[in-house]
């Protein structure tokens, strides 16, 4: 299996810049979770959609973040405009009703 | 609400040493108990659960107890290697829900040769 995919992997960018963040999750997994990882705050549930259904976006920061999963094998993580504050890892996460969440490799983003 | 409280690190040991990174959480309901590992550049894997009070996970070496009693998840490892240098989170699940893990900042552990 080739795991959850995220992309791109570093993401540079100019404060204003729309960002478009990436996710294949696992197949078969019904459940995907996006998280941001910082120093200040660590992990961070940022969403978390069930059956390609968004249950719970309380963890998105403000109305610049939007989340989508438009099918079971794909979702965007989208920041319109980006801001400094934004850079962070952020990490996508895919489970199949159970505990065990499967992580991807992370995208790391710059906004300067 | 839910919150896990981790040992700061940064943790430095020598090849063969014990380990211990301390975790107490506070939750509602029975929470189910976890410790992550995150290598170098990769996203996090799990290294170990337990599910209920008195409970042992264990992996890898790894072990952790669930304690109840002290609301504690400590792991811990006999003989630490190189190969074991990563960031360490503890998270819980709460019995109230079905999906969402609240995870500790994490600590870093450095293992020289």
């Known amino acids: 299996d080739a795991g959850v995919i995220q992309s791109p992997r570093h993401e540079v960018t100019e404060m204003g810049q729309e960002v478009t963040l990436r996710c294949k999750p696992i197949s078969g997994h019904n459940s995907l979770f996006w998280y941001r990882q910082t120093m200040m705050r660590g992990l961070e549930l940022l969403i978390y959609f069930n059956n390609n259904v968004p249950i719970d976006d309380s963890g998105m920061p403000e109305d610049r973040f939007s989340a989508k999963m438009p099918n079971a094998s794909f979702s965007t993580l989208k920041i319109q405009p980006s801001e400094p504050r934004d850079s962070a890892v952020y990490f996508c996460?895919?489970?199949?009703?159970?505990?065990?969440?499967?992580f991807g490799s992370g995208t790391q983003l710059s906004v300067l | 609400g839910d919150s896990v409280t981790q040992m700061e690190g940064p943790v430095t040991l020598s090849e063969e040493a014990f380990l211990t990174i301390n975790c107490t959480y506070t939750?509602?309901?029975?929470?189910?108990l976890f410790w992550y590992v995150q290598y170098p550049g990769e996203g996090l894997q799990l290294l170990l659960k337990a599910t209920k009070a008195d409970d042992k996970g264990s992996n890898k070496g790894f072990e952790a107890t669930y304690r109840k009693e002290t609301t504690s998840f400590h792991l811990e490892k006999g003989s630490v290697q190189v190969s074991d240098s990563a960031v360490y989170f503890c998270a819980l699940k709460s019995g109230g829900s079905n999906y969402k893990l609240t995870f500790g900042k994490g600590t870093l552990l450095t293992v020289n040769p």
């Open positions: 996460a895919s489970t199949l009703a159970g505990e065990k969440l499967f």
């Open positions: 939750a509602t309901g029975y929470p189910s």
